[in-house]
């Protein structure tokens, strides 16, 4: 490992990422007709976003053309805490309990590129989460970080799946990490299996059919037969708690950014059903789940009431 690629990854380690991989930037053929295909069949649902910059999803270089390594960086959030802990039957996706992940990882990683660029003069770069066009779990997996799981998931050996993904894309060659290239899923079907609303197959998500995206990112009424939410009213971690990767290697968050809020582990069921707008603003201020809005967050409450 050259003295620059080693400065790199150790300075992630020491800003509290907790895995970092360096890919090349090559061209991601598969991977992109992956997409492409996934995006014909209409599988993304209503996220006409995907649609339009799909082709700077499928080469990295239409989004930065300049780009010669990706930094793919990884975050554990498991908060060692299960829906259970919680005060109410009415459940959050685990990653929404905290702080707005976005804004947590945007932060560390334009650290992270400030101290690249003022270190190195000839290095200029960008910093992404999963807002940008870019296939995070392509470049994760390429960068040797894990491998993606059947329900389509990153999953790391040390961590499980409970992981956010950030990429640092630089101007420079580095020394970069051989891909993952284990399938460690084996046999097991378990994510396929619990999925209460059959959206997952092998190893392709159907989003129009996940509870997650209609808890989140669909507006209106939900569709004919598809309003049964099991409980959840942002997000679903079904997929993800019966996975046998994170029932045995699930770590708890060295970020205390990511633990249950006190005002959402603490709500009542009838707390939650008579929440205001104004509450909501208060509540979830600085959280992932001002996507869903207060009508979105009302209109999953009552369709799972009475649970």
């Known amino acids: ?8 990854k150790n300075k992630a380690l020491i800003l ?4 970092v991989g360096i890919a090349s930037v090559d061209l991601t053929e598969n ?4 997409l492409y295909d996934w995006l014909e069949i209409g599988h993304h649902a209503s ?3 995907m649609e339009k ?6 080469n ?22 299960n829906q259970s802990d919680m005060n109410s039957k009415y459940q959050f996706s685990n990653y929404a309990w905290g702080e707005d992940y976005h804004l947590v990882l945007k932060e560390r990683l334009h650290i992270f590129l400030n101290w690249i660029t003022n270190n190195f003069s000839d290095i200029k770069g960008i910093a992404c ?30 961590f499980g799946s409970w992981v956010f993904l950030g990429e640092i894309i630089i101007n420079s060659k580095l020394d970069y990490d051989q891909p993952f290239s284990e399938d460690l899923c084996g046999t097991c079907t378990s994510c396929i299996d619990a999925c209460p609303t059959q959206a997952i197959a092998p190893y392709k998500l159907e989003s129009e059919k996940c509870i997650s995206y209609l808890t989140i990112e669909h507006r209106g009424s939900f569709p004919i037969n598809q309003d049964e939410l099991h409980g959840w009213i942002y997000g679903c971690d079904i997929c993800q708690e019966v996975c046998p990767w994170n029932e045995k290697f699930s ?10 809020r006190k005002n959402i582990k603490e709500k009542s069921d009838v707390e939650w059903e008579n929440l205001s707008e104004s509450e909501f603003k208060t509540t979830f201020k600085k959280s992932a789940v001002k996507r869903t809005k207060f009508v979105g967050l009302k209109r999953n409450i009552e369709a799972n009431s009475p649970l």
């Open 129 to 158: 989460v999963d807002t940008s066009p870019v296939m995070e779990k392509v470049w994760a997996q390429r960068a040797g970080l894990g491998w993606q799981g059947k329900h389509t998931n990153l999953i790391n050996r040390n």
């Open 31 to 34: 991977a992109k007709n992956y």
């Open 251 to 260: 770590k708890e968050t060295s970020f205390k950014e990511f633990h249950p």
């Open 16 to 19: 509290g990422f907790d895995l």
């Open 60 to 81: 990295i270089l239409k989004y930065y053309p300049d780009a010669k390594s990706v930094i793919s960086l990884g975050v554990n959030y498991y908060a060692n805490e």
């Open 1 to 8: 490992m050259n003295s620059l690629t080693e400065k790199i």
């Open 47 to 49: 996220m006409k976003w």
């Open 53 to 58: 910059r799909k082709e700077e999803r499928g």
